[in-house]
């Protein structure tokens, strides 16, 4: 994929440094982190939600995974730099969650390489880390993250989301429930 066809995730802003790259490497090393992969769809991804203007400008759309889950920032009107946003995931059948508190943070989610789980209740990862079958450039891609932006592996990736949760779960649902009913 060209950039420009990945700078129209973004509406208003620019697609940080650090996707740009991101993409850049992936398009040399497409097996990088277990079926995830940057996309040009944008809203597209989650119209079927909701198609109020205020939906789709927060949230900014620009990744997939091998389980048909979309990646989003989400504008959550404290004017943060796009860097810094919250990052989603939106499973249709499952449920929409907060995963990562920035770019930084579902980056080291990534160097699991392992999809994340989604259920109605949470999102989360539920495998054990150690005993899975890398992705064909996943060593390429950890090296990639440490020599280009310090970001070591992570261990522990169900406490980012943890992390990520106890700080926007709250305001995110409910900004949510006004465009999107959650399942029960």
């Not at 740009?20 to 040399?28: A, M, P, R, S």
């Not at 943070?105 to 990534?110: F, I």
């Not at 890398?134 to 060593?139: A, C, I, Q, R, V």
């Amino acid at each position: 994929m060209n950039l420009y066809d990945f700078e129209q995730n973004f509406g208003n802003y620019y697609p940080p440094k650090i996707l740009v790259d991101l993409l850049d490497f992936q398009n040399k090393y497409y097996n990088y982190a277990k079926g995830f992969g940057l996309f040009g769809e944008g809203t597209l991804a989650i119209q079927h939600l909701s198609i109020t203007s205020e939906f789709l400008e927060r949230l900014l759309c620009f990744a997939n995974d091998e389980k048909g889950s979309t990646f989003a920032f989400w504008e959550d009107s404290t004017k943060k730099d796009i860097k810094e946003m919250p990052i989603i995931i939106i499973a249709d059948k499952e449920g929409i969650h907060i995963v990562a508190e920035n770019i930084k943070q579902l980056l080291q989610l990534l160097s699991c390489d392992i999809a994340i789980s989604v259920n109605r209740d949470k999102a989360y990862f539920n495998k054990d880390i150690a005993n899975h079958t890398k992705s064909l450039h996943h060593d390429i891609f950890i090296q990639w993250l440490k020599e280009n932006y310090q970001i070591e592996p992570n261990n522990n990736p169900n406490q980012i989301i943890a992390t990520a949760q106890n700080k926007y779960k709250t305001d995110f649902n409910n900004w949510l429930q006004n465009f999107v009913k959650q399942k029960s």
